[in-house]
């Protein structure tokens, strides 16, 4: 039998956001990329952001009520791999707290790689601050982030073979792509809220990657030695 357990803005937002994160840190030391890197940090950012809304409004399954994160859980678990599936159709405990470390690391990286081109000369967006540090500190600040985020996102790819290997009729794998896995279990269910929020939850955030790659300032090396040239050959004609 099969069971519908991943709605489809679910799914969505997976998708999106592994191709933003893995698009911008492929791109994040290239400085002629660096308007891309900050429009999907802002798409991150805001994707997580309504993320954490559809945690409190969304089908079950999506709810953080549905993510199975105590002390005595995770103990039942790690002791009981092997009947996880019964009990926990969507994600198991340990998935469950990967799944909420993942999303807040990537909202402390976004926010973190705003705070960078805040404190400098151009802001971020109009926003501008000086927060007693430079912008290095922030750039190591938001370095040490992302690598945590890859450390969860290595551990959640890992779960997922693990169940795959536990419950290889459980269809874990593909289910991020069907919504669908094999097994009994409530369905999950989208009312006219959740099928009416993601145009807010996908259309902003898209907006605001539009808008930044667009509007936003990032000066560059290059810009910088050019106005540098300038500026001393306008004090040699002086």
Avoid: C
Wanted: aromatic share 14%.
């Amino acid at each position: 039998m099969r069971t519908y357990i991943w709605t489809i803005p679910t799914r969505l937002f997976h998708w999106l956001l592994a191709v933003a994160f893995t698009v911008g840190y492929l791109l994040g030391g290239e400085e002629e990329y660096l308007s891309l890197h900050a429009a999907l940090g802002s798409l991150i950012g805001g994707l997580i952001i309504f993320r954490i809304i559809q945690g409190f409004t969304g089908p079950k399954y999506a709810r953080f009520s549905d993510f199975p994160v105590s002390i005595k859980s995770l103990l039942s678990f790690a002791g009981n791999m092997k009947q996880s599936k019964a009990i926990h159709p969507g994600h198991n405990p340990l998935a469950a707290l990967i799944m909420l470390g993942i999303m807040i690391t990537a909202l402390l990286s976004a926010m973190s790689g705003m705070m960078i081109f805040a404190a400098g000369e151009t802001g971020f967006l109009g926003f501008r601050f000086n927060p007693g540090v430079n912008q290095e500190s922030f750039e190591g600040v938001h370095e040490v982030i992302v690598n945590i985020f890859l450390v969860l996102v290595g551990i959640h790819l890992t779960g997922i073979l693990a169940d795959t290997l536990f419950h290889p009729a459980n269809g874990t794998i593909f289910s991020i792509f069907s919504g669908y896995k094999k097994l009994v279990a409530p369905e999950a269910k989208l009312n006219v809220f959740n099928k009416t929020f993601p145009l807010f939850w996908f259309g902003l955030p898209l907006l605001l990657f539009i808008y930044v790659l667009r509007f936003q300032p990032l000066p560059t090396p290059e810009k910088e030695g050019l106005n540098t040239e300038q500026t001393d050959t306008d004090k040699d004609e002086d």
